[in-house]
C-alpha cells in the first residue's frame, strides 16, 4: 500500500505492509475413556483452538483399527469451543478400540490425540442354586437365582441333578426359560430311598455356569401303582390284557405281568405271566384256558418295597365261536347245553353268505323262499347285544347257522327243556297244569335290557329284575323283523325259530314267544314267509 504525505513542502511517499491470518483446522484435544462395559464407554474431547473459523461440528470417532477418523463410527456434538462428552455405543465385548476426538471448521477436520481402551469380556453368569424342597419318593423341588449374565443375555437356565456330585447339563436337566431373576424347578422320576446331588445352571454366549452343589435324598420307596387293562381277543381258551402302572413307586420295576385264577384276588403265585417293564402300558396273551370257564384277572408289579395288583377283571371264556369269530358262552340246563347269547353269524358254517336287503326295512313279501338276516332296524350296535333277525327258510337251511357240534333248536328241545325247568322247581304256586307248563318266562329272561310294563302283576312290573335269569339263559328282548319290512318289540319281546316245521300246516313252522307283559314262554306256529326271528343254538 502505498501513501503520499506533503511535510513542509516536501512530498514522502511511505509504503505500508499490509498483514492477513491464515484460517486453519480446529485444535482438539481427546479425553481419557472412562466407565467401560461390555458394549459401551464414554469419552470426549476438548476443542482449544477454533483454526481462525467457527467450528461447525465436533466429537469423537473410534475404530478397532488405530487412527480412527470421521469415515468410522462417530458421535457429533454441537459446535463451538470447549469440553465436551460422547457416548460410545455397538462395541463388542473383549475388543480393543482406538478414539480420538475431533473438530471441523470450513478449513478442515482435526483430531485430537488417540487413546485406546479395552471392552469388558463376557463371562458365564453368576448365580446360586435354592435349597430343596418338597421331597417326595419320586420328586422334589430346587431353583436357581441368576444375580448376573457378566454381560451376555442368559439363553437358557434350570437345574441339573444326578447321583453323583458335581452334575452337569449332559445329567438329567430342566429348562426354565431365560434371562436373569429367581426361578423353581421341579425334579420327577427320581426313585426311593436315594441321594440326589443338584445345582442350578444357566448359559449365556460366554458358556455354562453353575451354582453351589446341594444333596438332598428322597424318601422311602413305596410298592408301585397299576392299574389292569380292560380284556381283548376273547376266545374260547385266551384273551389279551395287560396294566398301566402309573407309578414306579421310587424305585426300579423288577417283575409285572397279568395273574389270573378262576377265584377271586388272585396273585403272583397263581398262574401269571411276566413282561419286560416299559413306560407306559404293558400287554400280555393269556392262553391254555377251559372253555366257558369265569377267570379272575389282576395286572402286578413289583419293586424293591414290594408287589402290587391292579384292579381285579371277570372274563368269561367262550364255549365256542362261530365261522366268522363270534364268541358265545353256554349254560347247562339238565341233559341239555344252551347258548347263552342269541345267534349273531351273517354266514352259514360252511361260509357261504347268508343274504340280506338293502335297506334294511325292505319289502320282501313277493319272495317264497327268503333265506336273509338282519341286524335290528340295520343298526349293527343291535346285532352286537341282541344278535340277528333270521327268516325260516335260513334256520332251516342244510348249511346250519349254527357253529359246527351244534344246531337250531327244535321244537322238541325246547320242549324238553321245558319239562326239566318243570321238574326242577321253576314254578309258581299255585299254578297247574298247562299254565305250569308255560309259566317259565321269568326263568328263562336275563335281568337287564327289558322294559317294564305296567300292568299290575305281570312280568314287567317291579318284581321282574328279581325273579328273570333263574337259569342263566338269559333271554333278550331281541324284537322281530316281519316281511313287509318293518321292525318290531325290541325291549318288549322276543321270538326264536325252531328249526321244525308244522306236520300239518306245511306252511307254518314252530317258534318260542316271550314278551314283557306276560310269564309265558309261549309256543306258537308262525307262517314261515311272515317274520324273521332271533335264533337260539343247543349243543348236539
Known amino acids: 500500500m502505498r501513501k503520499f504525505v506533503s511535510i513542509s513542502g516536501i512530498t514522502i511517499l511511505l509504503f505500508f505492509n499490509s498483514c492477513k491470518k491464515d484460517?486453519?483446522?480446529?485444535?482438539?484435544?481427546?479425553k481419557d475413556v472412562n466407565e467401560i462395559s461390555y458394549t459401551t464407554a464414554i469419552s470426549g474431547g476438548e476443542v482449544t483452538n477454533d483454526g481462525g473459523a467457527p467450528v461447525i461440528s465436533k466429537g469423537i470417532c473410534w475404530s478397532s483399527s488405530v487412527s480412527p477418523t470421521t469415515s468410522d463410527k462417530i458421535t457429533t456434538e454441537s459446535g463451538g469451543l470447549g469440553t465436551f462428552s460422547s457416548n460410545i455405543t455397538q462395541l463388542d465385548p473383549n475388543i480393543t478400540y482406538y478414539v480420538r476426538a475431533?473438530?471441523?471448521?470450513?478449513?478442515?477436520?482435526?483430531?485430537?490425540?488417540?487413546?485406546?481402551?479395552?471392552?469388558?469380556?463376557?463371562?458365564?453368569p453368576y448365580l446360586t442354586t435354592k435349597e430343596i424342597s418338597a421331597i417326595t419318593v419320586t420328586s422334589a423341588t430346587s431353583g436357581g437365582t441368576i444375580t448376573d449374565d457378566n454381560g451376555s443375555e442368559v439363553i437358557a437356565r434350570g437345574?441339573?441333578?444326578?447321583?453323583?456330585?458335581?452334575?452337569?447339563?449332559?445329567?438329567?436337566?430342566?429348562?426354565?426359560?431365560?434371562?436373569?431373576?429367581?426361578?423353581?424347578?421341579?425334579?420327577?422320576d427320581l426313585e426311593g430311598g436315594t441321594t440326589y446331588y443338584v445345582r442350578a445352571y444357566a448359559t449365556n454366549s460366554a458358556g455354562t455356569s453353575y451354582g453351589n452343589e446341594i444333596s438332598f435324598t428322597t424318601n422311602p420307596p413305596l410298592s408301585p401303582a397299576i392299574s389292569t387293562l380292560n380284556f381283548s381277543s376273547l376266545t374260547t381258551n385266551s384273551f389279551r390284557s395287560g396294566g398301566t402302572i402309573t407309578s414306579t413307586g421310587g424305585a426300579a420295576i423288577t417283575a409285572c405281568g397279568l395273574c389270573w385264577d378262576i377265584s377271586p384276588n388272585p396273585t403272583t403265585s397263581h398262574n401269571k405271566t411276566t413282561e419286560n417293564y416299559v413306560p407306559g402300558n404293558f400287554t400280555s396273551d393269556i392262553s391254555g384256558l377251559i372253555p366257558n370257564t369265569t377267570y379272575h384277572v389282576r395286572a402286578y408289579a413289583t419293586n424293591s418295597a414290594g408287589t402290587s395288583y391292579g384292579n381285579e377283571?371277570?372274563?368269561f371264556?367262550?364255549?365256542?365261536?362261530?365261522?366268522?369269530?363270534?364268541?358265545?358262552?353256554?349254560?347247562?340246563?339238565?341233559?341239555?347245553?344252551?347258548?347263552?347269547?342269541?345267534?349273531t353269524t351273517t354266514k352259514y358254517n360252511n361260509g357261504d353268505q347268508i343274504g340280506t336287503t338293502s335297506p334294511a326295512t325292505k319289502d320282501i313279501t313277493t319272495e317264497s323262499n327268503p333265506k336273509y338276516q338282519w341286524a335290528y332296524n340295520g343298526d349293527e350296535a343291535n346285532a352286537a347285544i341282541y344278535g340277528r333277525l333270521y327268516t325260516w327258510f335260513a334256520v332251516s337251511d342244510s348249511r346250519n347257522?349254527?357253529?359246527?357240534?351244534?344246531?337250531?333248536?327244535?321244537?322238541?328241545?325246547?320242549?324238553?327243556?321245558?319239562?326239566?325247568?318243570?321238574?326242577?322247581?321253576?314254578?309258581?304256586?299255585?299254578?297247574?297244569?298247562?299254565?305250569?307248563?308255560?309259566?317259565?318266562?321269568?326263568?328263562?329272561?336275563?335281568?337287564?335290557?327289558?322294559?317294564?310294563?305296567?300292568?299290575?302283576g305281570s312280568v314287567g312290573n317291579t318284581d321282574y329284575p328279581t325273579y328273570r335269569n333263574k337259569t342263566g339263559f338269559?333271554?333278550?328282548?331281541?324284537?322281530?323283523?316281519?316281511?313287509?319290512?318293518?321292525?318290531?318289540?325290541?325291549g318288549t319281546?322276543?321270538?326264536?325259530?325252531?328249526?321244525?316245521?308244522?306236520?300239518?300246516?306245511?306252511?307254518?313252522?314252530?317258534?318260542?314267544?316271550?314278551?314283557?307283559?306276560?310269564?309265558?314262554?309261549?309256543?306258537?306256529?308262525?307262517?314261515?314267509?311272515?317274520?324273521?326271528?332271533?335264533?337260539?343254538c343247543i349243543k348236539d
Open 317 to 343: 371264556t367262550y364255549a365256542v365261536m362261530d365261522i366268522e369269530g363270534n364268541g358265545y358262552h353256554s349254560v347247562i340246563l339238565g341233559t341239555q347245553t344252551w347258548m347263552v347269547e342269541n345267534l
Open 401 to 456: 347257522l349254527c357253529p359246527t357240534g351244534w344246531h337250531v333248536s327244535t321244537d322238541l328241545d325246547w320242549g324238553n327243556l321245558e319239562v326239566w325247568l318243570i321238574n326242577n322247581g321253576y314254578k309258581y304256586d299255585g299254578s297247574t297244569g298247562y299254565e305250569v307248563y308255560n309259566k317259565l318266562g321269568k326263568s328263562l329272561a336275563a335281568t337287564t335290557l327289558w322294559a317294564q310294563s305296567d300292568i299290575v
Open 102 to 124: 475431533y473438530a471441523t471448521n470450513k478449513a478442515g477436520t482435526g483430531y485430537g490425540n488417540e487413546v485406546s481402551f479395552i471392552t469388558k469380556e463376557v463371562k458365564v
Open 23 to 30: 484460517i486453519v483446522s480446529p485444535v482438539v484435544v481427546t
Open 159 to 188: 437345574i441339573c441333578w444326578n447321583t453323583s456330585t458335581n452334575p452337569l447339563v449332559t445329567n438329567k436337566t430342566t429348562s426354565d426359560g431365560s434371562g436373569k431373576g429367581t426361578y423353581e424347578s421341579g425334579m420327577t
Open 313 to 315: 377283571l371277570t372274563v
Open 474 to 490: 338269559s333271554a333278550l328282548p331281541a324284537g322281530v323283523r316281519s316281511k313287509n319290512g318293518w321292525f318290531a318289540t325290541l
Open 493 to 536: 319281546g322276543t321270538v326264536w325259530w325252531t328249526s321244525t316245521g308244522d306236520a300239518y300246516l306245511p306252511e307254518f313252522a314252530w317258534a318260542r314267544v316271550m314278551d314283557n307283559t306276560h310269564d309265558y314262554n309261549m309256543k306258537n306256529g308262525y307262517l314261515k314267509v311272515d317274520l324273521a326271528n332271533s335264533v337260539r
